[in-house]
T-cell receptor, first 114, second 114 residues
Framework: DAGVTQSPTHLIKTRGQQVTLRCSPK?????VSWYQQALGQGPQFIFQ???????QRGNFPDRFSGHQFPNYSSELNVNALLLGDSALYLC?????????????FGPGTRLTVL | SQQGEEDPQALSIQEGENATMNCSYK?????LQWYRQNSGRGLVHLIL?????REKHSGRLRVTLDTSKKSSSLLITASRAADTASYFC??????????????FGQGTILTVHP
């Protein structure tokens, strides 16, 4: 049973560029959440996708957008990259059945903005 | 914003000793989860405790939850060098539009010396 997978593992971009990160949820899961983790900090919630819709959003600017596909996989897009966007981006999957449930995290994508 | 605050920020012990980490949070929660992270990689789920539970065990792990004090503790018994990692608590807060938006603390860095 495959767990949560993310691609790419590492990415280097320059300021002003755009980036797309990808996530495949754990088998059987229909909800994907994205988190940003700066060095030395805990992860911060960006947004959550369920049934191809953004269901919740954290305090992140509109430069951060996402998408969920019919197979439940998801993309995170960041436009007009800033140096401060350098971080580990984590994807988590769960069942969106409206009850509390465990979230399973992928290995993350390390984004460096130069 | 950070909800949980872990204490201590760093903990250094010898193999075989017990390690206790504490987490405090601010708002009412649906559940609290503990995660482990090795060297800036993905988060590994350890245990979930629901708001109506007071204690939970999983192998060498024991978690307590005191909702009146808005605090939780994670005890790792008979620690091993392989337990060296960062440990985070994460709360799933009541009042969100749906479940699954986790709010993380800044983590406790545990070092277990052989």
């Amino acid at each position: 049973d495959a767990g949560v997978t993310q691609s790419p593992t590492h990415l280097i971009k320059t300021r002003g560029q755009q980036v797309t990160l990808r996530c495949s949820p754990k088998s059987g899961h229909d909800t994907v959440s994205w988190y940003q983790q700066a060095l030395g900090q805990g992860p911060q919630f960006i947004f959550q996708y369920y049934e191809e819709e953004e269901r919740q959003r954290g305090n992140f600017p509109d430069r951060f957008s996402g998408h969920q596909f019919p197979n439940y996989s998801s993309e995170l897009n960041v436009n007009a990259l800033l140096l401060g966007d350098s971080a580990l981006y984590l994807c988590a999957s769960s069942l969106g059945r409206g009850i509390t449930d465990t979230q399973y995290f992928g290995p993350g994508t390390r984004l460096t903005v130069l | 914003s950070q909800q949980g605050e872990e204490d201590p920020q760093a903990l250094s012990i010898q193999e075989g000793e017990n390690a206790t980490m504490n987490c405090s949070y601010k708002t009412s929660i649906n559940n609290l989860q503990w995660y482990r992270q090795n060297s800036g990689r993905g988060l590994v789920h350890l245990i979930l405790i629901r708001s109506n539970e007071r204690e939970k065990h999983s192998g060498r792990l024991r978690v307590t939850l005191d909702t009146s004090k808005k605090s939780s503790s994670l005890l790792i018994t008979a620690s091993r060098a392989a337990d060296t990692a960062s440990y985070f608590c994460a709360t799933d807060d009541v009042g969100g539009t749906s479940y699954g938006k986790l709010t993380f603390g800044q983590g406790t860095i545990l070092t277990v010396h052989p």
